[in-house]
């Protein structure tokens, strides 16, 4: 739950649909229409994306790569099981307030004077009191860091489905108007809207309030074309017809009865390993030594196992 550092630089404006494409092309993301449209309206809109799809289609990446087009800080707060406010919002630094205690303490005497009554007493030391909980003795977490971002940020709260429903109801003041309320402090307004993305693999189902406040946006497998282009921007120098064969066989693969399909992630992944070992046609040797970078289950790499000759050949076909 790290920023990735500070910049400076203003928020720059999504002018089209086509500039938001060309844009996450030009830091390595190759994005469909639905995903460049979906973060233009999200940017004019200022409204949140909900993203959802399987592992490793590039529901993360997305929020990094819009940070790095637009040249913001990229905060992100991933969420789990009993993730709470303290976490994701705010904490008192408690050891800095010990330490003032103690001093004042210390200094109770000359605080108090020594012809004060015990009203005026205890008023100067109530006041001394609202101090411990002003802003400089709170620390910041990842949501609040968003909003006190002076040139605005893009906010990733990452695998949402993961946190508790409680949580997930605490999320909407932000999601809604961009500010937080501290009990202590009041209402902490963002200086400049975060750009704001929450992930879900679907794990559990959202609340409808949640999914009101912002736009849907599903990413699923590519087709045969777009994927082509991920992994060649990925991994440069790749030869045409290695590429051709590995989407090909990816594509067949994702249609077997499988306990986890082949994400894009894992295919980026082969395509270097293939790279790596200097593999000019896909053979079915090269895939039975590698299918473990494919396939996570061994119940996978059996099933797929039996149909390697068979996928291979059409794989080999497509570049014929």
């Known amino acids: 739950m790290m920023d990735t550092g500070e910049h400076i630089e203003p928020h720059k404006n999504i002018a089209s ?54 040249m913001l800080p990229l905060i992100r707060m991933q969420c789990y099981e009993g993730l709470d406010e303290a976490k994701a919002l705010y904490e008192w630094k408690y050891g800095k307030q010990l330490l003032y205690t103690q001093i004042l303490r210390d200094k109770v005497g000359s ?22 909980f002003s802003k400089r003795f709170l620390e910041p977490r990842p949501l609040l860091r968003a909003l006190e971002q002076p040139h605005g940020a893009v906010l990733l709260i990452d695998e949402v489905d993961k946190s508790d429903q409680e949580f997930e109801a605490f999320l909407l003041e932000i999601l809604s108007d961009y500010q937080v309320t501290i009990p202590e402090i009041g209402s902490v307004m963002a200086v400049v809207p975060p750009i704001v993305f929450l992930t879900s693999n679907s794990t559990r189902d959202l609340g409808d309030a949640l999914k009101r406040r912002c736009l849907h946006l599903h990413i699923g497998f590519p087709d045969e074309k777009l994927e082509a282009r ?10 045409t017809r290695l590429l051709t064969q590995l989407v090909s066989f990816v594509q067949q693969l994702r249609v077997l009865d499988l306990k986890k399909l082949p994400s894009v992630s894992e295919s980026i992944d082969w395509a270097r390993v293939l790279v790596l070992m200097h ?13 473990n970078v494919l396939l996570k289950f061994e ?22």
């Open 17 to 70: 649909i086509e500039e938001a494409d060309a844009g996450l092309e030009s830091v390595g993301y190759i994005a469909s229409r639905r995903i460049s449209t979906a973060l233009y309206i999200a940017h004019h809109l200022r409204k949140p994306i909900l993203v959802e799809g399987p592992a490793g289609v590039g529901k993360t990446e997305l929020a990094k790569s819009v940070a790095s087009w637009l």
């Open 111 to 132: 605080v108090i004077g020594e012809s004060d009554d015990l009203r005026s007493a205890i008023e100067k030391l109530h006041s001394f009191g609202d101090v411990f």
């Open 230 to 239: 991920i992994i060649g921007s990925r991994v440069p120098g790749i030869d």
């Open 279 to 291: 593999t000019a046609v896909l053979t079915e040797e090269t895939v039975r030594d590698t299918l």
């Open 299 to 320: 119940s996978d790499i059996d099933a797929a196992g039996k149909r390697i000759a068979e996928l291979t050949r059409k794989s080999q076909q497509a570049v014929a």
